[in-house]
């Protein structure tokens, strides 16, 4: 069965990277660009050591200097990048570690500077609101995906996900992965861990019912 992965992101709390560790998530992403859940680099590294040995961990950066960007690698235990700005290919292709770059999308248009970009993941993600670049719970037009230059594989979806609308987001555009920040919290940086496991077990439910219509199908 194909499964979909879960990042659980804007994490500001060791309490929160526990439970979301505990609850399933894949991954857990650490803001360090301006946000209502960005954190310090003291912080990042208490927050890190209460992640599971086996998830993920996304430092989150929005048009931050290359040289800032290495000293947070250097600090904290990160896995990943992810550019959620207008960061030139050169930064990217400078990092030392695996890139997810977020590309907001409000028209099919603000795909195509990215057509090349030197990733390994693309996060789908809504328009900046009020100059915040994600965290929002706004959601972009899932139709827009249809004649993206990705594969499949290399989609994460983000933006006003929830467990209400999460599996419907699955069956249209069977991303390899979702995102998930204000959609899960009960105030901006604090996680509700109810809705955590309520969001990894709608993705899990809509993993199986499309497992179940493509055995039908064969």
Not at 62 to 70: G, L, M, T
Not at 78 to 92: F, H, R, T, V, Y
Not at 131 to 154: E, I, K, N, S
Request: aromatic share 6%.
């Amino acid at each position: 069965m194909k499964r979909t992965r879960v990042k659980i992101c804007g994490i500001a709390r060791p309490e929160d990277a526990m439970a979301a560790s505990e609850l399933g998530a894949d991954a857990v992403g650490l803001v360090f660009a301006a946000s209502p859940r960005q954190v310090s680099l003291g912080h990042a590294v208490d927050i890190v050591h209460a992640v599971g040995p086996f998830v993920s961990r996304v430092g989150v950066f929005a048009d931050q200097p290359i040289a800032f960007i290495r000293e947070v690698v250097a600090a904290v235990a990160l896995d990943s990048i992810q550019l959620s700005g207008s960061e030139p290919p050169d930064l990217a292709a400078a990092v030392d570690l695996p890139v997810v770059k977020a590309v907001h999308i409000g028209l099919r248009e603000d795909v195509a500077r990215y057509r090349s970009y030197p990733a390994d993941w693309f996060l789908l993600d809504a328009p900046p609101v009020g100059g915040q670049m994600g965290g929002t719970g706004t959601a972009f037009d899932w139709q827009l995906v249809d004649d993206l230059p990705w594969d499949r594989g290399r989609m994460v979806v983000a933006g006003g996900l929830k467990p209400e609308n999460v599996g419907e987001v699955i069956a249209r555009v069977r991303p390899a992965a979702v995102d998930v920040s204000s959609g899960v919290e009960r105030e901006p940086g604090i996680k509700d861990p109810a809705k955590i496991e309520a969001f990894i077990a709608a993705v899990a439910e809509a993993d199986e019912r499309l497992t179940s219509l493509e055995g039908l199908r064969e």
